[in-house]
Each structure stands twice: as structure tokens, then as C-alpha cells.
């Protein structure tokens, strides 16, 4: 794989940037709770860390997507369901989630939410991948943006094959543990 096939993120600059997250959100919610809802199972890494830098009270809930081929009138069609959403009535709500892509998914689980009419609604994601975006949706707040259509893989999102999560820099490009493999035959970490 050519270097310029691929990118990544170190540990250290993502947790800068996500210090800088946690800190940007505080400010913006002024002391007040914070409701989080977090996407799993791509989301609870970065909810993790950024929640971990937010100075305010924080409640955490979860949710998890479910993507299902419905047949309507004869038509295969790809609709999206989330586990049961939590009674947000009044208020502040921060959705987590690692990567907006096409958007479609945060922009339905957004408008559910919205459904039980929170005091705010704002959407953070560590990676904003604007190249395939499919809904006029833009993050709150986000870590990195960028126009890459590579799967990235690590800081909590897994290759293919369901591994990699657990490493701390973020891929794109390929593995992320071949990436890092290279990186320290380079001399680099």
C-alpha cells in the first residue's frame, strides 16, 4: 500500500483534539446536564474520552443501530432501526458517534430524538468524512475532518474482519495494526 493511499491520527493528537472537544462543550453547555447518547458500536471510544473532558453533569445513554432489507409492495428497500430511545423531554442532548459519512443514519437517529422535543440537539463525531455525505447534515462539533473514502479503522472502529478496535491511533487506508507494524519497523510511533 502507497503512503499516499492512507492517513492517520496518533494517539496523542486525538486526545488533543478530543481535550479541546470536551472543553468547546463545556463552554457551549454553560455548567447545564448534559444527556449524551451514544451510538454503539462505533461511538463508545470517543463518547469515552470526550465525556471524560466535559465539565458539566452528564448522563449517558446508549443506542444501537440495526440496518434490515424490508420488502414493501414488492420492493427491497434498506431502513434503519435503533434500540428503544430515551425520554429526552426538555432536554440537553449530545449524540456521539466516530464518523459521519453519508449522514443518512445520524440524520434519522437525529430526528427521532428530536421527536420527544429536547431543549437542544447537537451532533459530535471524531471523524467527519464529507466525500459521501448523502444528507445536508453537518457536526456540532467534530475531531477531524476529512475527504477520505478509505475505511479508517482503530480509536474504537474495526476493520472488516472485526478486529483493530483497540488500538489507539486511527487508519484509514488499510489495517490499522499493519499501519502501526510499519510505523515501528520506521522507527516511528
Known amino acids: 500500500m502507497s503512503a499516499a493511499k492512507s492517513a492517520s491520527y496518533s494517539a496523542v493528537r486525538i486526545a488533543k483534539k478530543v481535550a479541546e472537544l470536551g472543553?468547546?462543550?463545556?463552554?457551549?453547555?454553560?455548567?447545564?446536564?448534559?444527556?449524551?447518547?451514544?451510538?454503539?458500536?462505533?461511538g463508545f471510544?470517543?463518547?469515552?474520552?470526550?465525556?471524560r473532558n466535559v465539565k458539566c453533569p452528564v448522563i449517558c445513554h446508549f443506542v444501537r443501530e440495526e440496518v434490515r432489507d424490508v420488502e414493501h409492495a414488492g420492493n427491497t428497500r434498506r431502513e434503519v432501526y435503533f434500540s428503544a430511545r430515551p425520554d429526552l423531554k426538555g432536554r440537553d442532548v449530545l449524540v456521539l458517534d466516530a464518523v459521519l459519512e453519508s449522514g443518512v443514519t445520524q440524520d434519522f437517529l437525529l430526528r427521532r430524538l428530536g421527536e420527544s422535543s429536547p431543549r437542544s440537539l447537537r451532533l459530535a463525531v471524531l471523524l467527519d468524512k464529507t466525500a459521501k455525505r448523502r444528507v445536508a447534515l453537518e457536526p456540532d462539533y467534530f475531531g477531524f475532518r476529512t475527504a477520505s473514502k478509505e475505511m479508517w479503522v482503530g480509536?474504537?472502529?474495526?476493520?472488516?474482519?472485526?478486529t483493530d478496535r483497540n488500538l489507539k491511533d486511527l487508519s484509514s487506508g488499510g489495517s490499522a495494526a499493519s499501519n502501526s507494524k510499519r510505523d515501528r519497523k520506521r522507527g516511528k510511533k
Request: no cysteine.
Open 45 to 51: 471510544v470517543f463518547a469515552a474520552d470526550v465525556l
Open 23 to 42: 472543553r468547546q462543550i463545556s463552554k457551549d453547555y454553560d455548567g447545564r446536564r448534559i444527556d449524551a447518547v451514544v451510538t454503539l458500536d462505533r
Open 155 to 162: 480509536y474504537g472502529l474495526a476493520a472488516p474482519n472485526g
